[in-house]
């Protein structure tokens, strides 16, 4: 069964910087690209970044020069490294994959929070 767990939230100070993992599983025949996504309160969900099976990354704009997103193919793990981060960062990191090939399904993990205090 294909799925994708986060990890690597926490509570930080502005200036500060965070490493977030994701790690999929299921995947073996089949080839996917993966996007982070995050929602703060009140707010709607926003993709973050993306990776995809090619190496291709994407940047929202708010992000673009503090967040690295990086993937280890080996470990079907993705990453995201946040520096700089600031308090308007601060929302539930989510991550999921976008199937290309196969006929795996997609999968969304729940979540990893992240808050960042002024």
């Known amino acids: 069964q294909a799925q994708v767990v986060e990890s690597g939230g926490g509570t930080v100070q502005a200036g500060g910087s965070l490493r977030l993992s994701c790690a999929a599983s299921?995947?073996?025949?089949?080839?996917?690209?993966m996007k982070w996504y995050r929602q703060a309160p009140g707010k709607e969900r926003e993709l973050v970044s993306g990776?995809?099976?090619?190496?291709?990354?994407t940047y929202a704009d708010s992000v673009k020069g503090r967040f690295t997103i990086s993937q280890d193919k080996a470990k079907n793990t993705v990453y995201l490294q946040m520096n700089s981060l600031k308090p308007e960062d601060t929302a539930r990191y989510s991550c999921?994959?976008?199937?290309?090939?196969?006929?795996?399904?997609?999968?969304w993990g729940l979540g990893t929070q992240v808050t960042v205090s002024s």
């Open positions: 999921a994959t976008h199937v290309i090939w196969g006929i795996c399904l997609d999968a």
């Open positions: 299921g995947y073996t025949f089949c080839t996917y690209d």
């Open positions: 990776i995809s099976h090619y190496g291709t990354t």
